[in-house]
């Protein structure tokens, strides 16, 4: 499994060596980032990584923090979201419910 610093399971996205490496081998720099953020970095990969130095979201005290929780999949309806929540949460922290 390779993870993301938010807890996507990169190897399962449709875009995972189609249009993307996955956040960790991109620093952050993903194709939609680079098409949306004005830093061109996932918010989540530069705040998690570049700032606070961490390995990933999982290593921050504050997860599932006020950004992780509103950072939202435009595709997905809020159930999903909010399903999406709980399986990251618990991929970076295992036994965390």
Same mark, same amino acid.
């Given at each position: 499994m390779i993870?993301?610093? !938010? %807890?996507?399971?990169?190897?399962?996205?449709?875009f995972y060596n189609v249009t993307c490496t996955g !956040?960790?081998?991109?620093? %952050?720099?993903?194709?939609?980032?680079k098409e949306m953020?004005?830093?061109?970095? !996932?918010?989540?990969?530069? !705040? $998690?990584?570049n700032k606070k130095g961490l390995k990933d979201c999982? $290593?921050? $005290?504050?997860l599932p923090c006020k950004m992780f929780r509103e950072?939202?999949?435009p595709n997905s309806t809020e159930e999903q979201h909010q399903l999406s929540l709980i399986a990251r949460v618990?991929?970076?922290?295992? %036994? $965390?419910?």
């Open positions: 993870l993301s610093a !938010c %807890g996507l399971k990169c190897n399962e996205c449709e !956040c960790i081998n991109v620093k %952050g720099s993903t194709f939609w980032a953020m004005p830093s061109k970095v !996932c918010p989540l990969y530069d !705040c $998690s990584v999982g $290593s921050c $005290s504050e950072m939202k999949d618990e991929a970076l922290r295992p %036994g $965390s419910n």
